[in-house]
């Protein structure tokens, strides 16, 4: 049933929380892992249409995503990387539709109200926007 999971990933600690939370469904159920992060800095979402550069922003991801690849595959799992740049919700929908996904495992920093009006919420539009199944595990403090 859950064939291929995508696993938004952050560069902060909730990237661990989630991943201890997946690891060992991913084991029962030989999933493959497709690790996301979506780059949004002005040259992320401009890259493309401004003909930019790299910027340090996206080559860090881009390494800090290599290094869980890595990691992950050293423990025996199936585990690609996609580097995604611009509106991090959007492109998580985009790529579970495209690369045919039947999880998506997120953690989640717990804003409320405030927090979600300012900051906005990555969960909130991909649980909308989004037919895959949701796993949503609260970030470790």
Known sequence: ??????????????????????????????????LVHVADGFVARNYNQLQLAESEEMRVDRAYLD????????????????LALGQPSSEIVKLAQARDIDLIAMASHGHRLLGDILHGSTITEVRHRSAVPLLVVPAGK
């Open 67 to 82: 290094k869980r690849q890595r990691e992950l595959r050293e423990e025996g799992f199936v585990c690609e990387t996609v």
């Open 1 to 34: 049933m859950y064939r291929r999971i995508l696993i938004p990933m952050e560069n902060s600690a909730a990237d661990q929380t989630i991943l201890e939370h997946i690891k060992p469904f991913a084991r029962l159920t030989g999933a493959h892992l497709l």
